[in-house]
């Protein structure tokens, strides 16, 4: 079936621009993570969504970030007035739940954005 | 905070040889996941770790974990230049962290030689 998908691809901004980033989990997948992966930072933690309670925003590195899910399924990652220091893939990933231990927790990724701030 | 820590950071071995990626981790957890990277890819899952002593082999990668000693080995047998990628470990903290999210490692890219 059809994996995690984000677009676009590959987004160059300019600095002080707002940006949106896409994400669509695997279908009937409850819960969506954002990650980050940049060269100085290695894979970063920066938001959780499960279902409809509210998300887990302890990862987002300044108010700058934010996300929504929307009902349920698609998620959208913001990031106003970019800095050259949000340069980064950004991979979202989904799993059956992220409620519980051990089971049906496992993360599937998507092929990740890579954003270039200029 | 739970740190994740991978050793080593870089490796370069000759096809047909064997060789242990390590991953330590600083608090308790029974959940452990193993993730390869091809260069501009995304992360493919390799294996899930869910309780002490667990063993788990596909082809020519075997990984292990033990919960006392806070360590996970990902080891290569025989290997192979299809086995060159990045390849991570990441770990849930099970008593704080409702979402499992995961923490990661550095990353140890591997790069087998003909």
């Known amino acids: 079936g059809a994996g995690v998908s984000q677009s676009p691809s590959n987004k160059v901004t300019e600095k002080g621009k707002d940006v949106e980033l896409r994400c669509d989990p695997i279908?009937?997948?409850?819960?969506l993570y954002w990650y980050r992966q940049s060269l100085g930072q290695g894979l970063e933690f920066l938001i959780y969504?499960?279902?409809?309670?509210?998300?887990?925003k302890s990862g987002l590195p300044s108010d700058r970030f934010s996300a929504e899910r929307t009902g349920g399924s698609v998620s959208t990652l913001t990031i106003q007035r970019t800095q050259q220091e949000d340069s980064a893939v950004y991979l979202c990933?989904?799993?059956?739940?992220?409620?519980?231990?051990?089971?049906?927790?496992?993360?599937?990724f998507g092929p990740g954005t890579r954003l270039t701030v200029l | 905070e739970l740190k994740v820590e991978q050793n080593p950071l870089f490796l370069s071995m000759q096809e047909g040889k064997n060789y242990t990626i390590y991953c330590n981790y600083s608090?308790?957890?029974?959940?452990l996941y193993w993730y390869r990277q091809d260069p501009g890819k995304s992360l493919e899952s390799l294996f899930v770790?869910?309780?002490?002593?667990a063993v788990k082999q596909e082809g020519r990668l075997m990984a292990s974990l033990d919960t006392k000693a806070r360590l996970s080995t990902l080891h290569i047998t025989a290997a192979v230049h299809d086995l060159s990628a990045t390849y991570f470990c990441?770990?849930?903290?099970?008593?704080?962290?409702?979402?499992?999210?995961?923490?990661f490692g550095g990353g140890t890219r591997l790069m087998v030689k003909p």
């Open positions: 990933a989904s799993s059956l739940t992220g409620l519980g231990q051990r089971f049906y927790n496992e993360q599937f």
């Open positions: 279908s009937g997948h409850t819960a």
């Open positions: 969504f499960q279902g409809n309670s509210a998300p887990d």
């Open positions: 608090t308790t957890s029974d959940r």
């Open positions: 770790l869910l309780s002490n002593g």
């Open positions: 990441a770990v849930v903290h099970p008593s704080d962290n409702a979402g499992n999210m995961l923490t």
